[in-house]
Structure formats: C-alpha cells, structure tokens
C-alpha cells in the first residue's frame, strides 16, 4: 500500500488528493491548561465526501463543551505538574509539624494546641489575679485576714497556735515557722500589760490600734519583741517561740550575728526561735515593724498552718517573766503546745494539771 500523503510543515500547497481518499473527521484537542481547542491533525473515516469541512466545527465543539462541562473553574485549575508538586510539599509540611509537635510535648502527657488549631482553653491568666502575698502558686494556704485577729486576746493566743508566720526578706528569701508558744495580755485591767490602766505613750500606741497591729518593743536596751494586738482596747498576744520550717540557715546567720555572746559555738535548730527575742532576731525583725499591719503588709504575714494527725494538746501555764505583776504573774494566760522541742520554758505542773 503506498503511503499516505502527509500535510506540508511548511506553507505551500499540498499534495494531490488521491480519488478514493476521504478526510476523516478532525479532532480538537484541549490545551493543558483548558484555554482553548485546536484542530491537530485528520484521519480517514467512512463518511461521505465533504463532511469534514461541514461537520468537523460542530462535532468538535459538542466535545469541547463536554470537555469543558469536566473542567474546574479556571481559578482551580492549575498544571498536572504543579498540583503534584504542591500536594507533595504539603505532606512534607504536615509531616515536619507532627515531628515537632511530637519533641515540643511536655513530659507529663499533658494536651498542648497544634499550631494550626485555635486554643480554646482558658487564658494563661485568668483575672482577677491575687498578690503573691495572698496566695500561693506552688498552692500554699493563703493568709490570714483581719477577721482572724478580730478575737479577745485568749482565744487569739491559743488560735496563733500551729499557724504560720512568714517573713520574706529583701532578696526574695521567706523564713517560715509554725508558732508553739504565746502569752495573752488582756489590757489595762492586767498589772503585766504595758497598756495597764489605759495609759497610752508613743511606745504602746499599737496596742490600742485595729486587731492584727504588729506591737515591737525594745527590752533590756538590745532586744525586741513582737506582738499583735486583738479585739479590746490595749490587748494583744506575744508571740514567744516558732518551730522553725524554712530558711534555717538563713536564721542561724542572723542569730549569730545578732546574738550577743557565745558568737563561735554554732546553733542548734531548737536554739533558732525557742524565745521571743530569738524569734525576732531569727526573722530579722526590729521597731521598724510596729504599727505594721500583719493582715496586709508585704514582708511578714501568717498563713493558717497544716492540719496534723490528730488535735495538739495546749497546756495552759504561768507566763514568764512578770513577777512584779501580782497575782497576775500567775494567771495561766501562756499557752503553749505540750511535747514540742521547741518551746521556750515547760511547765511540768501545768501539763501534769492538763493530763488530769
């Protein structure tokens, strides 16, 4: 069979039809990117003489509108090519994401937000915020308020018992012990008080103010003493001894720089706070503290105390150090929590009396 003439490259004429050849219809194909169609090339067909040039625009535009009807919009058309480039880099990204998601978990399991997906949990801080004086991160009891001093001078001393006080120095430091022992004294009708018979001086101005009013006085011209006052006028509670709880070695240092002989013998924790002029120098407190309000100042506060296994046992005794007091030096307006180590001065008879 002789071969079939082929269409020119260039822009002549053709060559000569032989007389049984009949042109195929001529199909359209679509551009890659769907822009349009154009004839590409003819083929013989069967078909009667004269209808490729009739028909070949019509059979070619019913396949180009079905074509087209196929098509995406041309917004979302893009290059075969390119579409698979693109899915491809995709899952490299969300493959990159899932690994660094996987290294940036926090150790405990915790759920942490993708990047890509909104948080909807509650904000980093939720208001309204609290001082750091009122509470705790590290969820430490908050501190006791006003409403808790606002009590006779009794019953606040045996409440100050196995609550914590707390003194934060200037570098951040907090010296922290549980108190054990205190003395109550009840106002001017008492002969041991400095407020006996309603006088009121410069230096025991504190005891007549609001309950909780830090009262710090200065004794034998070296040592200091703190108290707050409580509900009645010219009552307050002495604070004598603490258990020491945090920054004993802080409070050793103060101790042995504050203490006045036996600099060169090191203390022993018992020795830290086991007195009321030991507390105030293990805590680092002088008259600088008076007036002071203990329910809001920012440097010493009391937190409530732990519960414990069991309720402690409060030995009612003589306080100490008030014999020119009468019969009120006798009164049991001490108290004091029986078997701790820390306490500055036991009374036998007295816890022999709470036994009974």
């Not at 010219?234 to 070695?249: F, S, T």
């Not at 409060?314 to 008030?322: L, M």
Request: charged content about 25%; proline content about 10%; aromatic content about 6%.
């Amino acid at each position: 069979m002789p071969p079939e003439p082929q269409p020119s490259s260039g822009g002549g004429a053709r060559a000569p039809r032989s007389p049984g050849f009949r042109p195929a219809l001529r199909r359209r194909r679509l551009h890659p990117r769907g822009r349009r169609a154009s004839v590409v090339g003819c083929r013989e067909a069967s078909v009667p003489g004269g209808l490729c040039s009739r028909w070949a625009p019509l059979l070619a535009g019913l396949r180009v509108g079905r074509a087209v009807a196929r098509e995406p919009p041309p917004s979302l058309r893009m290059p075969a090519r390119g579409g698979a480039q693109l899915s491809r880099r995709l899952g490299q990204k969300k493959q990159r994401l899932l690994e660094a998601e996987q290294h940036q978990s926090p150790p405990d399991g915790a759920w942490t937000p993708s990047p890509r997906e909104p948080s909807l949990g509650l904000p980093a801080t939720p208001g309204p915020q609290r001082s750091i004086y009122f509470s705790s991160p590290q969820g430490r009891p908050a501190r006791l308020g006003s409403e808790f001093f606002d009590q006779p001078a009794v019953s606040l001393a045996r409440a100050f018992l196995g609550q914590v006080l707390v003194r934060q120095l200037d570098n951040g430091t907090e010296l922290r012990g549980r108190i054990v022992e205190t003395e109550a004294y009840l106002g001017p009708e008492d002969e041991a008080a400095h407020s006996r018979g309603g006088r009121q001086t410069p230096r025991n101005r504190s005891m007549f103010m609001e309950p909780g009013t830090l009262y710090v006085y200065l004794i034998y011209g070296m040592y200091f003493c703190m108290n707050v006052s409580s509900r009645g006028e010219g009552a307050c509670v002495l604070l004598r001894a603490l258990e020491p709880l945090g920054g004993l070695e802080t409070m050793r240092q103060l101790r042995s720089t504050l203490r006045k002989g036996a600099a060169g013998r090191a203390l022993r924790d018992r020795e830290l706070c086991s007195g009321p002029s030991k507390l105030c120098q293990a805590l680092a407190i002088d008259k600088s503290f008076d007036q002071r309000d203990l329910a809001k100042d920012k440097a010493v506060w009391l937190e409530r105390g732990p519960p414990g296994p069991s309720e402690p046992v409060v030995v009612a005794a003589a306080r100490v150090g008030i014999g020119h007091a009468g019969e009120w030096a006798h009164k049991p307006l001490r108290f004091y929590i029986q078997g701790s180590p820390w306490v500055s001065v036991v009374d036998r008879a007295a816890e022999r009396d709470v036994q009974a």
